[in-house]
């Protein structure tokens, strides 16, 4: 597939029957909708709330004297023990998504959640805080793979894609809270200093073990589940104000409907090996697992884990400076990601990663090329230059790497595949994430600035691979965007069912279509 978008055109198929008037802040069952993907939105927050957190109890000597300075392969182990547990809950998550629901796995997330940041909080020895901290990383892995997925099912149409593509981005809000949390607590002079942030860790997984089984159930869920009468009721109460004979509800529900049952035509197979076994599943699988590689091969990974060494590199070594540049920066980062994510539906998924790869791939060169005359002149003017081009390189990332890595997974993912679709992008980036922890450093010693040079063509990789190879997705329904990967006749088929229920609405014939005993696929 080529340099060219897969979108036939600008209007969306739904477009028509969009009622203008039905806007986010000022229909009641909209507002509460919203509500309901604010408290699934914020799962994503909860993992940048512990990376930043665990950063910082590291500069706490309460924290180090309660556990004995730990160092070397235990503070390792302290720093890796939450991938390791989200490492074990990969290969059960997607089939809770799919079996229980979306909800419930959340649930099952959060309440794990609870009891883990409550032993954490309650630690009193190394191995406690190291259980506690497994723990946090398995019950996140449950909740991380039903949230988004439900997020992305349940909103109304056009907001689907910012709001969806809000959640990755709110990671940098839990990262912010985090980092001023524990410079609050520093001079508390017990072991409340480290004890309290993280009691506050568990706020968020305690809003969703108190609320989440109020929200409504994924209607691609309900009506692969045989629930259909649920899923109707749902669609209308939340996108049409409880009317079913709604044009959108109408279409929504029959498109629906329609790709579930033409997945089963095309994949009876829904086990792991389904990814692959057609055409249309190894081109999406080609793409998750490059944006997943890409998300965070792309030098983001200095500056994320090794951002003081890389400051000391330059010169700059002063820890209230380098505290300063980097609280700065998280609110830079989430200014960007939050802006993204509503400009998705305007300037589109293709435009937005393809402006991505090339700006970064430009700052991340001038990145290298200041730090080298640093290096070799030590002109302290180039090493300010590098933190400027930090800044421009991470809003370059942020205008898509940031909101558009989930959102575009869980989208171009048929509902048969979502759950251990998206899991798989999960687990890839654990994988290029234990690389960024273990190799980076060492590079930086050994080859200092020319291991730059290296992000640059890789960089420019991407942005190739992208041009090549993503497909964009503007202006579709969930179900019209994850079949633009089976061709025109599975697009078709899809579009031209749930089309049909609209005319059939409008000839004053809805009943006899809606809940027909007649559930065949239209063909084209």
Request: charged share 15%; proline share 3%; with cysteine.
């Amino acid at each position: 597939m080529g340099g060219v978008t897969a979108v036939s055109s600008q209007d969306s198929s739904f477009a028509h029957l969009i009622d203008g008037r039905r806007k986010w802040y000022n229909n009641r069952r909209l507002i509460a909708l919203n509500a309901w993907i604010m408290l699934l939105l914020i799962t994503s927050s909860t993992n940048g709330y512990d990376g930043s957190m665990m950063n910082g109890l590291q500069s706490l000597p309460q924290w180090e004297s309660a556990f004995n300075n730990p160092s070397g392969s235990k503070l390792g182990l302290l720093n890796a023990i939450q991938n390791i547990g989200a490492l074990a809950g990969y290969p059960f998550a997607p089939y809770m998504s799919d079996g229980i629901g979306r909800r419930k796995t959340v649930f099952f997330g959060a309440t794990i959640m609870c009891i883990a940041t409550a032993i954490q909080t309650a630690s009193q020895s190394v191995g406690m805080f190291i259980g506690a901290r497994f723990l946090i990383g398995f019950g996140v892995t449950f909740a991380a793979n039903a949230a988004p997925m439900l997020v992305t099912e349940i909103s109304y149409p056009t907001y689907r894609a910012p709001l969806t593509s809000l959640y990755n981005s709110l990671w940098y809000s839990g990262s912010i809270i985090a980092a001023w949390t524990t410079y609050g607590t520093f001079k508390i002079n017990s072991t409340w200093a480290w004890r309290m942030p993280s009691l506050l860790q568990g706020i968020p997984s305690v809003l969703q073990f108190v609320l989440i089984l109020f929200a409504p159930e994924s209607p691609r869920w309900l009506i692969r589940n045989g629930r259909e009468a649920e899923a109707l009721k749902t669609l209308a109460y939340y996108h049409a104000d409880g009317n079913e004979q709604d044009p959108l509800v109408l279409y929504e529900f029959e498109e629906i409907r329609a790709a579930i049952e033409y997945d089963h035509t095309v994949a009876s197979n829904v086990g792991w090996k389904s990814l692959i076994a057609t055409p249309g599943n190894r081109k999406r699988m080609r793409i998750i697992v490059a944006l997943a590689f890409f998300s965070q091969w792309s030098g983001n990974g200095l500056v994320s884990y090794y951002l003081t060494k890389v400051f000391n590199e330059i010169g700059i070594t002063s820890s209230g400076t380098q505290l300063l540049i980097n609280g700065i920066l998280q609110i830079w980062n989430l200014g960007w990601a939050v802006f993204a994510a509503f400009m998705v539906n305007k300037l589109g998924r293709r435009f937005l990663f393809l402006l991505s790869a090339s700006l970064m791939t430009l700052f991340y060169m001038a990145q290298a090329i200041c730090f080298a005359e640093y290096a070799e002149h030590g002109h302290p003017a180039a090493g300010h230059a590098v933190i400027a081009f930090i800044f421009l390189f991470y809003a370059a990332y942020d205008v898509a790497f940031t909101p558009l890595i989930v959102s575009y997974t869980v989208e171009i993912l048929p509902y048969n595949i979502r759950a251990k679709g998206f899991n798989v992008f999960n687990f890839v980036i654990s994988l290029a994430l234990i690389f960024n922890q273990y190799v980076n450093p060492i590079a930086l010693d050994a080859l200092s600035w020319k291991y730059y040079i290296v992000y640059v063509c890789w960089l420019a990789f991407e942005f190739v691979f992208l041009w090549f190879f993503l497909i964009e997705t503007k202006n579709r329904t969930l179900e019209e965007t994850a079949a633009l990967f089976d061709g025109d006749d599975a697009l078709d088929q899809i579009a031209n069912r749930a089309e049909g229920a609209h005319e059939v609405y409008e000839d004053g014939s809805l009943e006899k279509k809606s809940f027909s005993g007649d559930n065949e696929v239209s063909r084209a």
